[in-house]
């Protein structure tokens, strides 16, 4: 697949359920219309029509699908979501700023489910050649702060998408992965230590925006 060029820039916020990636969001979008950008707020799995119809059926707590249905679909809405909503953003000249992108593959298909990292990596060259996020911040806490954070959501079959049903193992595995793939790509991948103080966070998110701005 070949790329445009891009003048906007891509951002990419991370984390296992319950991290807080989106009370980060609106402040992140805000700041960066305050510096005069347009931005574009954005999801996955989703992001586009097809691509929450994919969401839906990926997050029905109903739906059992196996680990590779799950990584293909993940992909196949990210394929949409790049070719509709993404690169057509940055090649206007927008920021986007994505709640989840392939980092969650690795994590949750890859630690989570188990899928090598191979098999995640061939879909990724495959959907988006060398594209990456010019930043992604991944928010790091417990697997036992993140069920504190949620509340009762989590294994109450009524409330919890089929991702937050899981026991506590999957997502220790998911952090893993999670932990693994910030210190392999450390200039890109901003580790941020979620357990702080909100106030905290956003000085260390802010100063990194900065440095791409
Ligand atoms: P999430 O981002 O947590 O949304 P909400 O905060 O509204 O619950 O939900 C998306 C879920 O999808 C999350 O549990 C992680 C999962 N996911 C994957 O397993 N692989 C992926 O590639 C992506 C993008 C998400």
């Not at 680990?67 to 057509?88: C, G």
């Not at 392999?184 to 905290?200: G, N």
Request: a neutral charge; aromatic letters at 8%; charged letters at 25%.
């Amino acid at each position: 697949m070949i790329l445009e060029a891009t003048q906007g820039k891509f951002i990419t916020l991370e984390g296992i359920d319950g991290a807080g990636k989106s009370t980060h969001i609106a402040w992140l979008e805000g700041i960066l219309r305050d510096k005069g950008q347009n931005v574009v707020v954005t999801r996955e799995p989703g992001g586009t029509p097809l691509g929450e119809k994919l969401r839906t059926l990926l997050l029905n707590a109903g739906q059992t699908m196996h680990s590779e249905t799950e990584a293909l679909l993940m992909f196949a809405a990210r394929r949409e979501h790049l070719d509709k909503l993404i690169l057509p953003a940055l090649s206007r000249g927008d920021w986007v700023i994505s709640d989840r992108f392939t980092d969650a593959s690795f994590a949750y298909q890859g630690g989570g489910r188990g899928l090598t990292a191979n098999k995640i990596h061939q879909l990724e060259e495959w959907i988006q050649g060398d594209f990456q996020p010019d930043l992604t911040f991944y928010f790091d806490i417990t697997v036992e702060l993140g069920r504190e954070r949620l509340g009762n959501r989590i294994g109450d079959m009524k409330l919890a998408d089929r991702f937050e049903l899981e026991q506590d193992a999957f997502f220790r595995r998911v952090r893993t992965a999670y932990l693994e793939r910030a210190s392999k790509f450390p200039h890109r991948i901003h580790l941020v230590d979620s357990s702080q103080p909100i106030e905290k966070v956003k000085l260390s998110l802010y100063d990194k925006l900065l440095s791409i701005c």
